[in-house]
């Protein structure tokens, strides 16, 4: 990420679930205590999903909490938002969708120069061995590394 990003919140289970095909920067709709609830950095991508409804492309199940300091005006923690994206981008995410059975699966919302932004991945559920075998990489990097480290020393 480049300079003046800040990251609110990161799907780290999304990268352990899906495999990444593509990614997105897309816009949200929100309203003003929930960009307040963002900046504190109170919000969770957990088992939320985007969607594509009549044309337009919605998030769902992402958790936003009630900013502390509003009113009875305070937003819906886990409303439906409406993430903007061009009109081409959509169509193409739809055919994508449909035709290869790929699911757009939120990774991490930040703040881009003020304006909230979501990375929206499209995404391809892994098989419990697919998970299996990055787990024993991941162990199989950390002795090599572990090991490399021990003889640096010696």
Known sequence: MGEGIKIV???????????????????????????????TGKA?????????????LFLHNMHISHYEKGNINNHEPTRTRKLLLHKS?????IGKVQQKGLTL???????K????????????GKKLYDKR?????????????RAFREKQKV
Do not use: C
């Open 44 to 56: 969770n991508l957990r088992d939320s999903y985007a969607r594509v409804e009549n044309g337009e």
């Open 133 to 145: 075998q990055d787990l024993a990489e991941r162990e199989s990097k950390r002795e090599m590394d």
């Open 113 to 124: 120069r003020g304006i909230a932004k979501l990375e929206l991945a499209l995404a391809q």
């Open 105 to 111: 699966v939120p990774l991490k919302v930040y703040f």
């Open 9 to 39: 919140t990161d799907n780290r289970k999304a990268r352990h679930d899906y495999h990444i095909v593509e990614t997105f920067e897309v816009g949200m709709v929100l309203q003003g205590t929930e960009v307040k609830s963002l900046r």
């Open 89 to 93: 981008e959509i169509n193409k995410l």
